[in-house]
């Protein structure tokens, strides 16, 4: 399951920097993209637990959800100079 994770993870990294999301998802405002994140990932627990695999379903989801906050954070906030 770890490996899955990792290739999950490097699989979005290369959709983040490739620019292959939709022009919606990034348009959205830092707020509402953050209230849609943890909407989908409380979604996904109750999702895995149903189908017996709770961890595997919201490791998933919180590793797209994470990446896509990372990356829009890191957008929005980058000609600031830290």
Do not use: H
Not at 43 to 65: E, H, K, R, Y
């Amino acid at each position: 399951m770890i490996v899955w994770l990792i290739f999950v993870f490097i699989g979005m990294q290369v959709i983040l920097e490739k620019e292959w999301l939709p022009d919606k998802l990034v348009k959205q405002r830092l707020r509402i993209l953050c209230l849609e994140a943890i909407l989908v990932i409380a979604v996904s627990a109750v999702v895995g637990v149903l189908l017996s695999q709770p961890v595997l379903i919201v490791g998933t989801v919180t590793i797209f959800s994470s990446s896509i906050l990372a990356w829009n954070y890191r957008n929005k906030y980058e000609g600031f100079g830290v």
